[in-house]
């Protein structure tokens, strides 16, 4: 059975986007089970261009999974997933990534064994020294990879990240480790980006920068975003509109002040107010 709700901030939410604007994003009745477990079960949902879409929902609720099927990391779903109203359902990764849909991961996803440098370097697509005879012509390629290196130096500058340019990822704290791949991932120039957990181990001081970036990522690039989030406080700041996800289905959408009031929402928290976890840890 289908979700109870369809959520569509394409006429809702964003300030971004007219009212019955297309698509950036749109999820027809996708459903994902694990074994005998249905982490997702019939969501459908639209998202505007430009919109900043916060997804939250107790433990389990198959924020991560719904992410995986969007981004093709999980493909044994059914139902349908288009982007600009081209169908992407069940594409491999790198597939969809070349469309510019980028994605961060729960647990960050770097090349352990380079420097922090190196994993942006490698981050954007069809780099021209990849290709065997763009490798004749080495000055282009040369060029490319001088531009490509100033721009992960500016965008770790960006992030307050420099320090540890040089690096391995393996040696990078936890909230490190997560801004270096969100960094990576935006070397990529993302029209649509899906972030899990991005405030995650992030400590305080840097919390606020990140979020500083995403609101520029968002308003100034207008790239489309979706973020899973615990940290409320952080979903409330920045999203025009947010989901509520629990049981694999989309329970509530509206504005966090909307969301506090909503008594379906505060029982999937079992009891627990949205907005108990935003004290800084
Ligand atoms: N690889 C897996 N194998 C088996 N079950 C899984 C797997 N991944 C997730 N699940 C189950 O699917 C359900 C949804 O999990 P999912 O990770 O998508 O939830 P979530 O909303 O992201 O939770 P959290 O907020 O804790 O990250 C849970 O019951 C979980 O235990
Ligand atoms: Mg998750």
Redesign the pocket.
Known sequence: MSSEITVDSTSTGSPNAAPGAASVLELQDVKCA??G?Q??NGISMKVAPGAFIGLI??????????L?CVSGFNRAYSGKVFMNGREISRRQPHQIADLSLMRTF?VPRLFRHMTVLSNLMVAPQHQRGEGLLNSFFRRSWKEQELANLQRARETLAKFAITDVAENYASDLSGGQERIAELSRTIMSVPKVLLL??PFAGVSPSNRLRLADHLSMLSVEMSVTVVM?E?RLEWVERLCHLIYV?AG?RLIAQGSMEDLRKNRQVLEAYLGEAPGAKTSEQ
Do not use: S
């Not at 929902?57 to 719904?66: D, E, F, Q, R």
């Open positions: 694990y074994g477990v982490a997702v929902g107790p433990n389990g609720a198959g924020k991560t999974t719904l995986d729960q899990d957990e899973i615990h996800m694999g």
